[in-house]
């Protein structure tokens, strides 16, 4: 389905952004992993795709740095010779009621989350153009499709991204070039493994399906958005919730 094809996913080290590089390397493509910090988990994952038969590359970058970005970008066009597929998966929380939310905690939250969406879209535009062609595939959230308390940061991140979607689905349609977003509900990660049982049941309570997402049922969406079965999909937000935000 992806044969051919060469993915920048970034955030992919582990959680959601992992079971994305290897789900898009099951389809053929070829898959550049980037991470901000943990290197080790990084090399795991590109491991698993090389011995899957495909290319693989880790890449270290803070999403939230405009200048890294370009770096990250120009480097990873050199070595693989294009990029075809960008899925924007890098995301961090400061979860706090607005009462007690610093500044700074809302800041960086918008940085990593929301600028960090533009800053590799905006370095992958040339490129996309010149190829006539290209897949950007976001990750944005439940939360930001329903609002959250206690997640003013990353709820307004999260809303951001969808308006970023659709205003660049509609400037890039004529190239070939779609852009889609994917919004999880809650989904089985580290994140959510941490929470205690009744605080769990809370959020399982609210699901229509009585049951937390799993990393593939993110995965397999995003592989849609980016293969050419999705072609004529473009400046949509594909909530994978559990029909939370019905």
């Known amino acids: 389905m992806l044969e051919g094809k060469v993915a920048l996913v970034t955030g992919a080290s582990r959680g959601i952004g992992r079971e994305i590089a290897l789900t898009l390397a099951g389809y053929g493509a070829d898959v550049i992993v980037n991470y901000n910090g943990s ?59 607005m009462i007690k939310m610093s500044e700074e905690d809302f800041d960086a939250v918008l940085a990593t989350n929301l600028k960090g969406t533009f800053n ?9 153009l010149k190829q006539r ?10 939360s930001g499709v329903l609002g959250n308390a206690g997640q003013a940061n990353y709820a ?17 349609a004529s190239r070939n070039i779609t852009v889609n977003a994917v919004a999880p509900g809650y989904v089985d990660t580290d994140m959510t493994q941490a929470m205690g049982d ?23 969406a995003v592989a849609f958005l980016a293969s050419d079965k999705a072609s004529y999909i473009t400046g949509q937000v594909i909530s994978v919730d559990g029909g939370m935000a019905i």
Do not use: W
């Open 39 to 97: 290197a080790d988990k990084a090399a795991a994952v590109a491991a698993q795709i090389e011995a899957m038969g495909r290319k693989a590359a880790t890449v270290q970058c803070s999403v939230a740095d405009y200048d890294a970005c370009g770096k990250m970008i120009t480097d990873m066009l050199a070595m693989f010779g294009h990029i075809d597929i960008l899925i924007n998966n890098a995301g961090i929380t400061k979860d706090n009621l």
């Open 198 to 220: 009744a605080a769990k049941e809370a959020v399982i309570s609210q699901i229509p399906l009585k049951r937390v997402g799993q990393p593939g049922d993110i995965a397999e």
């Open 156 to 172: 307004a991140s999260k809303a951001g991204v969808i308006g970023l979607t659709k205003s660049m689905a509609r400037e890039l």
């Open 120 to 128: 590799t879209i905006k370095h992958m535009y040339r490129a996309f």
């Open 133 to 142: 062609a290209g897949r950007i595939i976001n990750l944005s959230s439940v």
